[in-house]
């Protein structure tokens, strides 16, 4: 169908009335009209970068139900929501029906009661379904996380590779396929498999400038991640981490330090993990402590922060998980702690598949990993150069540039802990060597009679961190090498003997082991000064609202739009409908609410 309402809309009109923005964020403009004039399209886009409404405002101008794929039930219910709010005739046809309402769903779209339908690949490539599209008038297919499709991204599924069949069921009718993580291979691949035919091909700047990205080396993990929560009680987060055990342990620790934080991984049931995501969009709750299950298709925009208590895989998933935060474009915070103690984890679950091509694309892209946490250059520009885009200025905005490290002379250090790895026979890992260079008295070093030797003892004027952090830097130097297959014991390389002997010398970061306390918040967002007071009535206002339709606080309005009317203070119907994020439908539903909220505020 081809919604009545706007038959004689502009797309810009659309987008001003249906979804409430002014103006068309880069890119969308062209995307848009390719697909109404029923062409294909790739696009590339970070998150928060308005993928959706590339493929949201064609299906309202075009004759026909918009085919929307999708990976996760929980993206197609975001979706939905937000689509229906602002008036748009929307559903999803996933297992998490009822057989009620998916025979209420089917109806409406023979009925062509529908402008868009969200539905699983594996679903829609269902013999019956795809006979129910043979007899409908289809306005486009969109193919959401498009990544999915490859062998090369870091999420690929088997039944996204049968996606490329609607090419040839469904040759007149235009496609998109939209992801926000794609390295040049993997854009290949997506256009291969799925058998675009000459796509309009859009790749946007990867780069999210309202995230702040922070690297520190990791050491008492917890109280790390503890710090770093002392000023942001206030803020929605997600903590990442490697196993379930570990997300089960840090999810008790914080609600017993008293913060609102749930666990979410694959291992708890489906109901359990349904209330815990429902419980996070609805920002009744804070924290969720979670492994990779959790996040994709998450539209919360609110979230202030990602933290990776572990190191990801691959910079994919780092890019893809951090870009969860600060959605709405306001300031948003990702921090990783690194450990090398995580390479080893993840080189090993590698090295157990028997696929040697896989092997070889995994542990290509966790060395980048690796590579990327101990760059001493600009973050964003070593992240962004991952995926071939150049910065020409250092960005500002992560914690290279906003606090250089500082270098010191490590050669006499690394001469002794050199030392102290041939002293102990090249046998012991790295807490080990550290025992020995700071003199413990453990049993195991006593046993051993390690204590005789003669680099026990020289080091202990420096802690634990100090000594980890240099026999990191010697591994990441090429000094020394970790044997993986045999419990990582610590082992010289040729190219330790001319630093051993003096004839090199060896200049060294100074290790980061906390993130700097974050500032009192600041009261300039969306480049508005807005009033905080006022803006956190709305945000009170939003939550009865949300909670009473049963839906999102986002849903209603974001916080960007939040802001801007705690900035711009509008009084009437017309004054409100100028704010981003308000379009006809939202006035009528909830402009008269807000509007009260301000008056009144402005009249104390």
Not at 114 to 140: C, H, K, M, N, T
Not at 382 to 397: H, K, Q, S
Request: charged share 25%; hydrophobic share 40%.
């Amino acid at each position: 169908m081809m919604s009545a309402a706007i038959t004689s809309n502009t797309p810009l009109t659309t987008l001003a009335n249906v979804f409430g923005y002014q103006s068309y964020r880069p890119f969308q403009k062209e995307v848009i009209e390719h697909l109404i004039n029923g062409k294909d399209a790739f696009v590339l886009m970070p998150t928060g970068g308005g993928k959706s409404l590339c493929y949201q405002i064609p299906a309202l101008h075009r004759q026909g139900i918009a085919i929307v794929v999708s990976p996760l039930i929980s993206l197609m219910k975001d979706q939905v929501d937000a689509l229906r709010a602002n008036g748009v005739s929307a559903a999803c046809y996933n297992s998490s029906l009822v057989a009620a309402e998916a025979r209420q769903v089917l109806a409406k779209l023979h009925a062509e009661e529908l402008d868009l339908l969200y539905v699983a690949p594996e679903r829609l490539l269902s013999d019956g379904f795809i006979e129910r599209l043979q007899d409908l008038s289809i306005a486009l297919f969109a193919v959401d996380e498009a990544h999915c499709v490859s062998q090369w991204g870091h999420d690929f599924r088997p039944e996204y590779v049968q996606l490329g069949l609607l090419r040839q069921l469904f040759p007149a009718v235009p496609m998109v396929a939209l992801t926000a993580t794609a390295e040049k291979q993997t854009r290949i691949d997506i256009l291969q498999r799925l058998q675009l035919n000459a796509p309009l091909q859009v790749i946007a700047s990867f780069d999210r400038p309202n995230i702040r990205y922070t690297v520190i080396n990791k050491a008492k993990p917890y109280q790390q991640l503890s710090a770093f929560l002392e000023n942001r009680q206030q803020e929605a987060g997600i903590v990442y981490c490697l196993s379930r055990k570990r997300v089960e342990e840090v999810a008790r620790k914080l609600r017993e330090d008293g913060v609102e934080a749930a666990a979410y991984h694959a291992g708890l049931p489906a109901e359990v993990r349904q209330r815990v995501q429902e419980d996070f969009l609805r920002d009744d709750l804070q924290v969720v402590v979670a492994t990779v299950a959790f996040g994709m298709g998450i539209d919360k925009p609110n979230v202030r922060f990602v933290v990776h208590y572990d190191l990801p895989k691959n910079i994919e998933s780092y890019y893809q998980e951090t870009g969860r935060a600060g959605r709405d474009g306001l300031p948003a915070e990702a921090l990783l702690l690194f450990g090398y103690g995580d390479i080893a984890i993840s080189r090993g679950l590698i090295e157990k598949s028997d696929n040697a091509a896989q092997k070889r694309i995994e542990i290509h892209k966790l060395n980048a990993m690796v590579a990327f946490a101990e760059s001493g250059t600009c973050r964003r520009r070593a992240l962004l150069g991952y995926f071939g885009e150049t910065l020409r200025d250092d960005c500002g905005n992560c914690d290279i540039c906003l606090n250089p490290p500082q270098r010191y002379d490590a050669t006499e250090d690394a001469q002794k802990a050199l030392s102290c790895v041939y002293r102990v026979g090249q046998r012991f890992g790295m807490a080990h060597v550290i025992d020995v260079l700071r003199g413990a008295k453990t049993e195991r070093i006593l046993s051993l009679r390690h204590d005789k030797l003669s680099t026990y003892g020289i080091g202990r004027e420096q802690n634990q961190e100090s000594w980890g952090h240099l026999l990191r830097q010697l591994i990441h130097h090429g000094y020394l090498e970790q044997d993986i297959a045999n419990y990582s014991v610590l082992k010289l390389t040729e190219a330790a003997r001319p630093l051993l002997r003096g004839e090199l010398e060896l200049t060294i970061t100074e290790p980061r082991l906390r993130a700097e306390k974050k500032k009192k918040p600041e009261r300039k967002i969306v480049g508005l000064e807005y009033d905080q007071e006022l803006f956190n009535l709305l945000r009170v206002l939003r939550k009865q609202i949300a909670d009473r339709d049963g839906v999102p606080p986002y849903v209603v309005f974001g916080d960007a739009s939040l802001a801007e009317m705690a900035a711009r203070l509008p009084t009437d119907e017309g004054s409100f409908l100028q704010i981003n994020g308000v379009g006809q439908t939202k006035l009528h539903r909830y402009g008269a609410e807000f509007i009260e909220e301000i008056i009144g505020f402005l009249c104390r």
